[in-house]
């Protein structure tokens, strides 16, 4: 079992930066994939970022505004969020998975434990 808590959600304006944080309870965090999904009023949850052991995967709406990366030793995965965008404000969600890769990092069904979420809003 995998408890996810997310941090570092907030107001911040259109240009500005925000850096979410994702804790993971478990001895088995590095094993696993972890992705990030957000979900914007009246939308569905899509997905955001993910970094596995081959390496990161973004949206093509974050690419090079984003970064995803873990400190495994901190059982924690980050989100730098810079350039930030109204379209980006969204309840951001943390996710887990077991050893996914590529593609199927963007695929909801391929996690098996989920944050409660952070709120992050940008203003214009």
């Known amino acids: 079992q995998v408890q996810l808590v997310e941090s570092g959600g907030g107001l911040v304006q259109a240009g500005g930066s925000l850096r979410l944080s994702c804790a993971a309870s478990?001895?088995?965090?590095?094993?696993?994939?972890m992705g990030w999904f957000r979900q914007a009023p009246g939308k569905e949850r899509e997905f955001v970022a993910a970094?596995?052991?081959?390496?990161?995967n973004y949206a093509d709406s974050v690419k090079g505004r984003f970064t995803i990366f873990r400190d495994n030793a901190k059982n924690t995965v980050y989100l730098q969020m810079n350039s930030l965008k109204p379209e980006d404000t969204a309840v951001y969600y943390c996710?887990?998975?077991?050893?996914?890769?590529?593609?199927?990092?963007?695929?909801?069904?391929?996690?098996?434990?989920w944050g409660q979420g952070t709120q992050v809003t940008v203003s214009s």
């Open positions: 478990g001895r088995t965090f590095s094993s696993y994939t």
């Open positions: 970094i596995s052991w081959s390496g990161g």
């Open positions: 996710a887990a998975g077991p050893r996914v890769t590529g593609r199927d990092t963007e695929w909801q069904a391929s996690y098996d434990y």
